[in-house]
């Protein structure tokens, strides 16, 4: 899980990703975000999972595990569960996973190459084209998932209706209207406060600027979103004057999420594990996901500076 959240922020297709080309137009580009973002982040994914490789007992010397396994109703699920595993593949899956992989490496070509894109008139900026005339970025990537979406209905010959009722659909959904309302709160607070953050923050971030990766860490604490927390305070990091390599370095800070255990896939992967040893513990904050997460993200951040300073 912390892994997954760590690769939003390393992802050419992501929301965040999309919001930080944005922001830092005309000074990065999305090649220059992977180079340091992937490798920083499989480097703290690595240190995260290191550092809890050894920690609990073996399922099968776990006794809370093996008390479990005494009820005959909850082995008989664990032994559905794990059967269910070996399920055969629905037709299509394969072509829709090889359409997705084309759509990211056009995304990755078309970010490392923009001259490759389309441009058009110089005038006046607006949602999908900057003032020079290019396409903006964020604007590519949704174009190019949104057609990729199409061609799997195409090609694998899925009805619309059953993509409407699917769970992972569903979750999507109430996930883009509710990040559409922490975004606006946020950008309104943040628009409402900026002098007074700017100027709390201002001569700590200048002092050291690696401590604005606390900041993204807490807010992303409360919003639940790399996206909304990359549009709330990253604008504050260029208007503070932040070098762009740096505030890249800082992106994978932006994963603060699961330190509120509240986050869908934080919740749905406690439920995932009929076993019992994922969990949330009896203080609210010491469940499974703290140690590795705090590690994997603190680890990431360290490595981006490293990488910005090698491959800028």
Known sequence: MVASHLGITASPISAA????????????????ILKVCIPACLVGILAGVAVVWKKGKELEKDPVFLEKMKDPEFAKEIDAHSASDDAPLKPGAKISVIIFAIAVLLIVLVGAFP?????????AAN???????????????ELVMLGAAALMLLFTKTATTDVAKASLFTAGAQAVISIFGVVWMSATFMEANSATIEGALGDMVKA??????????????????QAATTKALMPLGVLLGISPQHLVAMFPATNGDFVLPGYPTLLAAINFDRTGSTYIGKYLINHSFMIPGLVAVSVTVASGFLFAHLFW
């Open 115 to 123: 001259n490759l894109l389309p441009s058009f008139e110089p005038g």
């Open 17 to 32: 990703t999309a919001a930080m080309i944005t922001i830092l137009a005309g000074q990065i580009e999305l090649v220059q």
């Open 208 to 225: 050291a600027p690696w401590t604005f990766a606390i900041a993204l860490f807490i807010l992303s604490m409360l919003l639940f979103s």
């Open 127 to 141: 949602l999908s084209v900057n003032a020079n005339g290019t396409i903006k970025m964020a604007a590519v990537i």
